[in-house]
């Protein structure tokens, strides 16, 4: 069965640095997300991406982040300038067209230093 | 705007004993509503959805949910479990607008399968 694939599965960054966390959707998939978890908190919508733009986004979401589909496989999420409260794990997720669930990357645990 | 609830935060139970994990939720539209487990160190894996249809779903691993309208809840039900379900159990729900479908989770619930 098709994975979403992340990498790495984790990133130690110093607080102030860019880190860029990388995904692999399912291929005939159209849809991406990212979330985020935050150690022993529920599981948080950050950004939606369709068709080469972002269709949606949560406040969470601010000017330190980006997201990017540089080629025809990969899915990025970038934060700017990491703060110390960016410490989480960062999940991926991808759907097809029409009312799909969502498969899910095994994650990113992400510490910030 | 949705929510969701999920009013146990862990849930011991001993192994072969049944177990439900409960879960509400609340929306101004139609919704479609999910329950995820997470293994340890593992992604969210997909147990069940419901998206129309019967009211009772069933999923993997011997799990079922039933959605109910009028109580707007999705509690998921296994009736015997096993020292492998032990992880922790996520409900969703997402309402499939036109800007997407992204999904809201409650908190979590802990199941801890005891021997």
């Known amino acids: 069965e098709p994975e979403v694939t992340q990498t790495p599965s984790h990133q130690v960054t110093q607080m102030g640095q860019e880190v860029i966390l990388r995904c692999v959707p399912i291929s005939n998939h159209l849809y991406f997300y990212w979330y985020r978890q935050i150690l022993g908190q529920k599981v948080e919508f950050l950004v939606s991406?369709?068709?080469?733009?972002?269709?949606?986004k949560s406040e969470i979401f601010d000017d330190q982040f980006s997201v990017e589909r540089p080629d025809g496989s990969n899915f990025t999420l970038k934060i700017r300038s990491t703060k110390l409260e960016d410490s989480a794990m960062y999940f991926c997720?991808?759907?097809?067209?029409?009312?799909?669930?969502?498969?899910f990357g095994d994650g990113t645990r992400l510490s910030i230093l | 705007a949705q929510s969701v609830t999920q009013l146990d935060s862990q849930v011991p139970v001993f192994e072969e004993a049944p177990v439900e994990l409960r879960c509400n939720y609340s929306s101004s539209v139609s919704v479609y509503l999910f329950w995820y487990v997470q293994y340890p160190n593992q992604g969210l894996q997909l147990l069940l959805k419901y998206l129309s249809g019967s009211t009772l779903v069933k999923g993997i691993n011997g799990f079922e949910a039933e959605f109910n309208k009028s109580q707007t809840s999705f509690h998921l039900r296994k009736p015997s479990v096993h020292i492998s379900d032990t992880a922790e159990y996520f409900c969703?729900?997402?309402?499939?607008?036109?800007?997407?479908?992204?999904?809201?989770f409650g908190g979590g619930t802990r199941l801890m399968v005891k021997p």
């Open positions: 991406f369709y068709n080469n733009e972002i269709s949606e």
């Open positions: 969703a729900v997402t309402s499939y607008n036109n800007a997407g479908n992204m999904l809201t």
């Open positions: 997720a991808s759907t097809g067209q029409g009312i799909q669930p969502q498969h």
